[in-house]
């Protein structure tokens, strides 16, 4: 399971605004603020946009100055592959080494939604045995019941982080896991379909083979 919550997407006017500085073109811009605050890119605004994506990576460096922000809670498997995009992405998580001890765990702290009624048995005895050494680490501030926590924990976990990106990452990895195996990742693809302008600037890959 994964969830996507208070998406953010900035600096549209500026990134607009610099494509058209190396022709000087800024005359030609014809974007403009609707009156719930979106910025609306207008023709001549979106042609150039949409033509200068399709040149290439040298030819759309505006893109990279269209961000996101966005507060994901996926399992740590998720995560893990998550953190191979380093460049230009930021993520500040919530606290698994400090807070592991912190509140009770529930069933519902787990992606589960795919396991076997066999997988799901053996996860509610896990959970059930983290609950009890929590209780016993709060009692007696072992370390090595903390460490047990640590160690014993599933990476089915769930953690929170809130994350920043550009257009150019989404474009990388929108396309690197589109048809990956786990399901998150077509979540992941889902989510970015929705982002403004997404199908002309970040999948305009597909338009350009399509038409």
């Known amino acids: 399971m994964i969830q996507f919550e208070r998406s953010s997407v900035m600096n549209f006017e500026n990134a ?3 494509a058209r500085n190396p022709m000087n073109s800024w005359a030609k811009g014809d974007s403009y603020y609707d009156e719930n605050g979106q910025y609306i890119l207008g023709p001549n ?3 150039l946009a949409k033509r200068l994506r399709l040149a290439g990576p040298d030819h759309r460096k505006y893109i990279r100055q269209i961000f996101v ?4 809670t996926a399992p740590l498997y998720w995560w893990k592959e998550y953190d191979t995009y380093k460049i230009s992405t930021v993520a500040n998580s919530t606290s698994t080494m400090h807070k592991i001890h912190a509140k009770e765990f529930t069933l519902d702290d787990f992606s589960h939604d795919h396991l076997t009624k066999e997988g799901l048995e053996s996860l509610k005895r896990t959970v059930s045995d983290l609950e009890r050494i929590r209780q016993k680490y709060l009692e007696e501030k072992k370390k090595e019941d903390w460490y047990t926590l640590v160690q014993l924990l599933p ?8 994350c920043t990106m550009n257009y150019e990452n989404l474009i990388n990895m929108y396309y690197s896991r589109k048809s990956h195996k786990l399901m998150e990742w ?7 379909q929705t982002l403004p302008y997404a199908k002309e600037l970040i999948l305009a890959e597909k338009e350009k083979e399509e038409g």
């Open 186 to 192: 077509h979540s992941f693809c889902d989510w970015v």
């Open 45 to 47: 605004d979106l042609s």
């Open 16 to 18: 607009i605004r610099g």
């Open 155 to 162: 990476s089915s976990y769930e953690q929170m982080r809130t």
């Open 69 to 72: 922000s966005v507060d994901i």
